[in-house]
Antibody, heavy 121, light 107 residues
């Protein structure tokens, strides 16, 4: 049973960097799957942030690309997300999710429970 | 980016109703479309991928159809557990995008 668990500070100050990790259980982070991040502002819809493969290959949302870094730590079976220069608009629940392989790399069958990050001074 | 537009944004229905949600893409995405269900405070759940393929474990009352720019999600007989928000997602473009969501409420 694949399980994903996001963690990180729930409060980040404006202009600082948001950092989250996603622990992966029940599956190898080195499997032939892509790993995605999706966010959801309170009361709003879903926004795709980006995806990463265990080799380090990435695919980012162009609207966030200049502020975004994703990484994989194979030894810890963890994903990481860093979003720089945050503003109140980055306040959201952040989800990590596992995609499929090949043409289904962005089809997200497994999700974490989400982590709420609030940007406020 | 490819814009995904869902209609309606909200709908009210009764248990047993047939419900149809439409998702339109701003350009052709072939069949690279997924549907998700989300309940308040929970992560989305995958229902359908490649426009019409039912994810394992999803009840057969859910079905998807369409290709190109127009897609539908149909619930053949709405059940109490189906009251939720539904999102489409295209994965034709490397910039994946979601529709704005359709909230299915109780009439």
């Amino acid at each position: 049973q694949v399980q994903l668990q996001e963690s990180g500070p729930g409060l980040v100050k404006p202009s600082e960097t948001l950092s989250l990790t996603c622990a992966v259980f029940g599956a190898s982070i080195s499997s032939d799957n892509w790993w995605s991040w999706v966010r959801q502002p309170p009361g709003k819809g879903l926004e795709w942030i980006g995806e990463i493969y265990h080799t380090g290959g990435t695919n980012y949302n162009p609207s966030l690309k200049s502020r975004l870094i994703m990484s994989v730590d194979k030894s810890r079976q963890q994903l990481s997300l860093m979003l720089a220069s945050v503003t109140a608009a980055d306040t959201a629940v952040y989800y990590c999710a596992r995609g499929g392989t090949g043409t289904t790399s962005a089809v997200l069958a497994y999700w974490g429970q989400g982590a709420l990050v609030t940007v406020s001074s | 980016d490819i814009q995904m537009t869902q209609s309606p944004s909200t709908l009210s229905a009764s248990v047993g109703d047939r419900v149809t949600i439409t998702c339109r893409a701003s350009q052709s995405i072939n069949s690279w479309l997924a549907w998700y269900q989300q309940k308040p405070g929970k992560a989305p759940k995958l229902l359908i991928y490649k426009a019409s393929s039912l994810e394992s474990g999803v009840p057969s009352r859910f079905s998807g159809s369409g290709s190109g720019t127009e897609f539908t999600l149909t619930i053949s007989s709405l059940q109490p557990d189906d009251f939720a928000t539904y999102y489409c997602q295209q994965y034709h473009s490397s910039w994946r995008t979601f529709g704005q969501g359709t909230e299915v409420g109780i009439k």
